[in-house]
């Protein structure tokens, strides 16, 4: 067992950053391979909370090499404030090693995240607004910032002056916003260089040589299948891939050295921003559900959406990523309720279906059918093992397992790392 990836199977926040964590002890390398600082991972390691937006969140073990792989576009400001951070609280974060081919987020591609979504009015995308999709669509248009470019003065000032040359007219014209200078956008990079030069490495060979080692890779997920840019709900998802085989792309190991993809999903569903969530629940039910949970955004603070788990989708994410295990996360939030719904069809236009439409018109249409489950009132944030559970919570996960036709491995019930339920090892 080598190559571990661990991605979101619903639309974010399922609570990767506590299984990649538990997994931490056991693995040698933890990559990033997609998004940016769009993500948020929130930890909680002997009672202190640690929020991530950018470094593997596995940086908190001092046993693992944390990587930030080509397929992640890096705001260094960010970079360097979160390690700074870690290091004033004894975490030595500047181990970490960032690939030579990765894509910078300038100011200019936060600049234009904000406008154009400004600009789309009501059918905007509801982005983080960190830059992330402009970044991408710079790397997409081959007029992008690789970190090995800011080791290159002249080259450097040039890519910034041709990213530039359209924009500007595009500010100036169509967003009435003024110019801005590629001079200051250079030396603002270029200031960055000398911090960065001792962490970048070829971190596709080094996590080759390591697989080659026998040393255990993990890859981490961020956003989530259903903000994938192929297979999520087109065009409300993010600019990159965050399935499992991103992971693939976006740290340059080959699909043969994936081992085991772990999916992780809540035992409810949210979702922030905007776009189609058929068992959104707009009630005192869905706004229960989000204050039980604490659903608001580790990067953005936004209120997330909130519904009952929805295993129509899982169930793709299931398929597309050919998961061998799922790890349920935040199952304590459902105690107390007298029923647990679960969604197990849509409803569209008076057509069932058992499986996500295969249109999006038809998944905006979609109405969720519900079966109906037995909920418990026990405390359940002090179960280990599977048996602690109560009756009812064991009866709930085991019809998980079977909607979703993959075996649950582990299970979260309260957000500290030990408040874990574990039932197949996971390495
Ligand atoms: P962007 O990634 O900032 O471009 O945002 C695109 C969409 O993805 C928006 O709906 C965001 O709310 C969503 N999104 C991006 N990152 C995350 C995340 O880490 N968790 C949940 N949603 C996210």
């Known amino acids: 067992m080598a190559g571990i990836v661990i991605i979101g199977t619903q639309w974010g926040d399922e609570g990767k950053g506590k299984a990649t964590d538990q997994l931490g002890e056991s693995v040698d390398y933890v990559v990033r391979y997609s998004g940016g600082n769009n993500a948020g991972h929130t930890i909680v390691v002997n009672g202190e909370t640690y929020a991530l937006h950018l470094l593997p969140s596995a940086v908190l073990n001092k046993n693992v090499i944390p990587v930030i792989g080509n397929g992640v576009v890096i705001d260094l400001g960010v970079l360097y404030e979160e390690i700074d951070g870690l290091l004033a609280r004894g975490i030595p974060a500047d181990r970490v090693l960032v690939s030579s081919n990765a894509h910078i987020i300038t100011g200019y591609h936060r600049v234009i995240d904000k406008v154009t979504e400004k600009f789309l009015g009501k059918r905007k995308i509801g982005t983080t607004g960190r830059g992330v999709g402009p970044a991408y669509a710079d790397k997409v248009n081959r007029v992008g910032i690789r970190v090995q470019d800011l080791f290159d003065e002249s080259i450097l000032r040039k890519k910034v002056e041709a990213s530039l040359e359209q924009k500007n007219a595009l500010l100036h014209k169509v967003y009435n916003r003024p110019a801005i200078s590629p001079e200051e956008v250079s030396d603002e990079l270029l200031s960055y260089a000398e911090r960065l030069r001792p962490l970048m490495a070829d971190t596709s060979k080094v996590l080759n040589d390591g697989l080659d080692a026998g040393k255990v890779v993990l890859f981490e997920g961020a956003q989530a299948h259903h903000l994938d840019v192929d297979f999520g709900t087109y065009p409300y998802v993010t600019s990159s891939s965050p399935i499992a085989a991103g992971a693939c792309i ?3 190991v080959g699909p043969t050295r994936i081992d ?19 068992g959104e629940l707009l009630d005192e039910v869905g706004e229960k559900l989000r204050s039980d949970g604490g659903e608001f955004g580790t990067t953005t603070g936004r209120p997330r959406r909130c519904g009952w788990f929805d295993a129509l989708v899982v169930q793709q994410a299931a398929r597309v990523n050919a998961l061998t295990d799922l790890f349920l996360t935040k199952l304590d939030v459902l105690t107390g309720w007298e029923q647990i719904p679960i ?22 249409h979609a109405r969720p059918i519900y079966e109906y489950m037995e909920g418990w009132s026990e405390d359940i944030s002090t179960a280990r093992s599977f048996t602690d559970l109560p009756e009812a919570a064991q009866v ?4 998980l397992e079977e909607l979703v036709g993959v075996r649950i491995s582990g299970i979260g019930v309260g957000p500290g790392r030990e408040q874990t339920v574990m039932i197949h090892d996971l390495l």
């Not at 279906?353 to 998944?363: A, E, I, L």
């Not at 709930?396 to 019809?399: M, Q």
């Open 396 to 399: 709930y996960v085991k019809r």
């Open 260 to 278: 085991r993809v772990i999916g992780i999903a809540k035992a409810y569903t949210t979702r922030v921003g905007e776009g189609p969530f058929p």
């Open 343 to 364: 969604v197990v069809a849509y409803d569209v236009l008076g057509v069932r279906h058992d499986t996500m439409p295969v249109s999006q018109s038809d998944f905006h």
């Open 250 to 252: 976006g740290s340059g």
